[in-house]
């Protein structure tokens, strides 16, 4: 363990809500806005959560090989990581590593939420492990292609490992002591693929919404995102869904109009810039788009700012008198108002320029949400670009996959073919979802565009997986709410079950070792 980075990391985190970017970012920065108003800016101030909350998480540094994978590079870098000792029965205790993803890890990662909350039926040592170039795990060098060449999902299960070792003997854990890695959305997948590539490390994995089939063209996601607006569980409907697809054909018809139509579309939408050149016109619909899919993707969960039962509610004009074709536009544009004061937006964005210049941004500061880290790493590993190209999408087929694979060629130099082939070396390494490692359960939500990328039935005897009738992403990880649905308390008390039995299974294992 290190001292803390230098201080112009201070300001990382600055940018978070006030850079412009496009639809992918949107989605961020709902999942940033929730999960920091889930976790709570500082526990140990919350006094509601009763005596465990006065305890302080410990916040640490650990100095990690910039190039794990070249023994002759000496480099390094300051990674951080949580610590809630609160529960812990001591060495031979479980460990419950709950690893970061594409985002910050603040240290409501070791306090907050479920496998945080589990950590006192087992007895267990809570980690969090912030994923390198997030957060204030950014090597000094900043975020240029020459420094960004050491960001992948390989490197990050390196750093696991070698964080295993620096933090079992820091904590003088002992080598019989099990470590489950917890994880949500991309960090479920490294929970997942941790056990798979290193189970002499990790004893087990829960994978929460976790994308393990990387894809080029994602418009599965908008499939799913138009049965949720449909379904009367959530407060859709199929009028929703109708609405919805009238809204966005009314939003393409002023912007096929004049300059004139285009411009009040401007003002009342809050959108950024002029809407007269085409991509910005693309930019636009896929701020929508995703503010929509936002809307299913975190519906339900504390600290959303928009609903499904909300969305809806909007777009067939209730509390409106007016039926008119236009209600539905007037119920997208209320939608977006009540994003953008969420998330403390001053405007949509509707400027391809703009975008592209956040995205080239090499500093730290201008990326706190990580947008130019994940689009390198959407770029070389996953693909993940939502289309909406089918008969059955309820949006405008605006922007069609090539623009959105143009960005990796504008900011990474990265060609359309090469993204591909990355895309399928990705799969061919981890398995997709054909996935073979043992001991892991995953988890998901029905109602999760997500869930269609990941496990949502075993593949084998020791694998075991959960859908959750109508969740949506990762909500099996937040805190529980006395609002919670059977089917989620349901689930939750399986996790802990399928705790219980890995970790009898871990102690029959050690006692039959010893014999």
């Not at 985002?103 to 990662?109: E, H, I, R």
């Not at 696991?160 to 479920?188: Q, T």
């Not at 966005?248 to 004049?258: G, H, S």
């Given at each position: 363990?290190?001292?803390?980075?230098?201080?112009?990391?201070?300001?990382?985190?600055?940018?978070?809500?006030?850079?412009?970017?496009?639809?992918?970012?949107?989605?961020?920065?709902?999942?940033?806005?929730?999960?920091?108003?889930?976790?709570?800016?500082?526990?140990?101030?919350?006094?509601?959560?009763?005596?465990?909350?006065?305890?302080?998480?410990?916040?640490?540094?650990?100095?990690?090989?910039?190039?794990?994978?070249?023994?002759?590079?000496?480099?390094?870098?300051?990674?951080?990581?949580?610590?809630?000792?609160?529960?812990?029965?001591?060495?031979?205790?479980?460990?419950?590593?709950?690893?970061?993803?594409?985002?910050?890890?603040?240290?409501?990662?070791?306090?907050?939420?479920?496998?945080?909350?589990?950590?006192?039926?087992?007895?267990?040592?809570?980690?969090?492990?912030?994923?390198?170039?997030?957060?204030?795990?950014?090597?000094?060098?900043?975020?240029?292609?020459?420094?960004?060449?050491?960001?992948?999902?390989?490197?990050?299960?390196?750093?696991?490992?070698?964080?295993?070792?620096?933090?079992?003997?820091?904590?003088?854990?002992?080598?019989?002591?099990?470590?489950?890695?917890?994880?949500?959305?991309?960090?479920?997948?490294?929970?997942?693929?941790?056990?798979?590539?290193?189970?002499?490390?990790?004893?087990?994995?829960?994978?929460?919404?976790?994308?393990?089939?990387?894809?080029?063209?994602?418009?599965?996601?908008?499939?799913?995102?138009?049965?949720?607006?449909?379904?009367?569980?959530?407060?859709?409907?199929?009028?929703?869904?109708?609405?919805?697809?009238?809204?966005?054909?009314?939003?393409?018809?002023?912007?096929?109009?004049?300059?004139?139509?285009?411009?009040?579309?401007?003002?009342?939408?809050?959108?950024?810039?002029?809407?007269?050149?085409?991509e910005d016109q693309a930019e636009l619909l896929e701020?929508?788009?995703?503010?929509?899919?936002?809307?299913?993707?975190?519906?339900?969960?504390?600290?959303?700012?928009?609903?499904?039962?909300?969305?809806?509610?909007?777009?067939?004009?209730?509390?409106?008198?007016?039926?008119?074709?236009?209600?539905?536009?007037?119920?997208?544009?209320?939608?977006?108002?009540?994003?953008?004061?969420?998330?403390?937006?001053?405007?949509?964005?509707?400027?391809?320029?703009?975008?592209?210049?956040?995205?080239?941004?090499?500093?730290?500061?201008?990326?706190?949400?990580?947008?130019?880290?994940?689009?390198?790493?959407?770029?070389?590993?996953?693909?993940?670009?939502?289309?909406?190209?089918?008969?059955?999408?309820?949006?405008?087929?605006?922007?069609?996959?090539?623009?959105?694979?143009?960005?990796?060629?504008?900011?990474?130099?990265?060609?359309?073919?090469?993204?591909?082939?990355?895309?399928?070396?990705?799969?061919?390494?981890?398995?997709?979802?054909?996935l073979r490692a043992t001991q892991v359960l995953f988890?998901?939500?029905?109602?999760?565009?997500?869930?269609?990328?990941?496990?949502?039935?075993?593949?084998?005897?020791?694998?075991?997986?959960?859908?959750?009738?109508?969740?949506?992403?990762?909500?099996?990880?937040?805190?529980?709410?006395?609002?919670?649905?059977?089917?989620?308390?349901?689930?939750?008390?399986?996790?802990?079950?399928?705790?219980?039995?890995?970790?009898?299974?871990?102690?029959?294992?050690?006692?039959?070792?010893?014999?």
């Amino acid at each position: 363990m290190t001292a803390g980075p230098a201080l112009w990391l201070g300001s990382l985190l600055l940018g978070s809500f006030l850079g412009l970017s496009g639809s992918a970012s949107l989605l961020r920065r709902l999942r940033e806005h929730t999960q920091q108003l889930q976790e709570g800016s500082d526990p140990s101030l919350d006094l509601s959560l009763g005596p465990s909350a006065l305890v302080l998480p410990k916040e640490g540094w650990l100095e990690q090989p910039l190039d794990p994978f070249n023994t002759s590079d000496r480099r390094v870098f300051l990674q951080r990581y949580w610590v809630n000792d609160q529960h812990w029965t001591g060495q031979d205790g479980p460990v419950f590593l709950h690893l970061g993803g594409e985002g910050s890890l603040g240290s409501g990662s070791v306090m907050r939420g479920h496998p945080a909350a589990l950590a006192s039926a087992f007895g267990a040592l809570v980690i969090g492990l912030e994923h390198r170039f997030y957060g204030l795990s950014v090597p000094a060098g900043g975020l240029d292609m020459a420094q960004l060449r050491f960001l992948s999902s390989r490197h990050a299960l390196s750093d696991m490992v070698s964080a295993h070792l620096a933090l079992s003997r820091l904590f003088n854990v002992s080598s019989s002591s099990p470590w489950i890695c917890f994880g949500g959305s991309y960090a479920g997948s490294l929970a997942a693929w941790a056990r798979l590539k290193f189970p002499h490390v990790i004893f087990a994995s829960v994978a929460s919404s976790a994308p393990l089939r990387a894809v080029l063209d994602f418009s599965e996601y908008n499939n799913v995102v138009s049965r949720s607006l449909m379904n009367t569980a959530i407060g859709g409907s199929p009028e929703c869904r109708t609405a919805a697809s009238a809204a966005f054909e009314e939003v393409e018809r002023r912007l096929r109009a004049d300059e004139a139509s285009q411009e009040a579309l401007r003002e009342e939408l809050g959108a950024c810039g002029t809407l007269s050149r085409l991509e910005d016109q693309a930019e636009l619909l896929e701020e929508l788009q995703a503010l929509v899919g936002g809307a299913v993707q975190y519906n339900g969960q504390a600290g959303a700012p928009l609903s499904v039962r909300q969305l809806c509610g909007f777009l067939s004009g209730s509390g409106n008198r007016s039926h008119s074709r236009t209600a539905p536009y007037r119920g997208l544009r209320r939608a977006a108002q009540m994003v953008m004061r969420s998330l403390g937006q001053r405007c949509l964005s509707a400027s391809r320029a703009e975008t592209v210049a956040h995205l080239r941004n090499t500093e730290p500061q201008g990326s706190g949400v990580g947008d130019r880290q994940w689009l390198y790493q959407t770029c070389t590993e996953f693909g993940f670009y939502v289309t909406c190209e089918g008969p059955g999408c309820p949006f405008s087929q605006r922007p069609a996959l090539p623009s959105q694979l143009s960005l990796c060629e504008q900011i990474f130099g990265l060609s359309v073919s090469s993204v591909a082939q990355a895309v399928a070396q990705t799969n061919s390494y981890y398995g997709g979802q054909t996935l073979r490692a043992t001991q892991v359960l995953f988890i998901n939500g029905d109602a999760d565009p997500w869930h269609v990328l990941s496990i949502t039935r075993p593949l084998g005897p020791f694998e075991s997986s959960l859908l959750i009738p109508n969740a949506s992403h990762c909500l099996d990880m937040a805190p529980e709410k006395p609002s919670d649905s059977p089917s989620l308390r349901l689930a939750r008390q399986k996790i802990f079950q399928q705790l219980q039995t890995w970790l009898t299974l871990a102690k029959e294992s050690l006692v039959r070792g010893g014999a």
